[in-house]
């Protein structure tokens, strides 16, 4: 469990992202939660920019879990291609729609236990789906940037992503959860970068940062 002293300095490093960032959201665009499933699949090592020009016309052809389930798998893998990996990609969201039919009506799941069951969708995905598309804190999306920022600022020595989750679970209160991803990641993409850190350029964290692992 957390201690008072980290969950203060964890409600410090709260006021500071969200004073810089207090509108931060998630980049990827979307209209539902399928939307959102399908995009975050795609955004494994790819940008999301290039998802969010795949998925204009992408989301205009395949409207429903059954679209993707019923397309030609060549088509999807085409309509995909540039976002890398488009192989296994398509293979799971067709996976992942064929099962949300089949098992629940076409509908997206409002759980952690069962999107995780999903083809292509790990807990970071099943966070980020629950999250942003339903308001659901289920956990913290502990990407790339959230990882190295936490461990930067001290609030884990842990590398592997569910463990480093859960102890940010134990440090900030839930009703944070959600957004403290999405303002760590624009920490992450303005200052602290994972090459040459901005930490004297402005960065909000510079005078309560212990900068653990930053060549000085």
Partial sequence: ???TEQKRYAAKVTRRLKKEWPDAECSLRFKSPLELLVATILSAQCTDKRVNEVTVDLFKK???AADYADAPLDDLKEAIRSTGFFNNKAKNIQACCKALVEQHNGEIPDTLEELVKLAGIG???ANVILGVAMRIASGVVVDTH???ISRRLGL???KN???VEREL???FPKKEWIDLSHRMIKLGREYC?????KCDEGCPMEDICPRIGVES
């Fill in 1 to 3: 469990m957390a201690t």
């Fill in 193 to 197: 970068i994972a090459r040459r850190p």
């Fill in 161 to 163: 992503p569910e463990k």
């Fill in 62 to 64: 395949y409207r429903s």
């Fill in 146 to 148: 959230v990882g190295r």
């Fill in 123 to 125: 807990r970071k995905t």
């Fill in 156 to 158: 884990t020595a842990e």
């Fill in 169 to 171: 679970m134990e440090q």
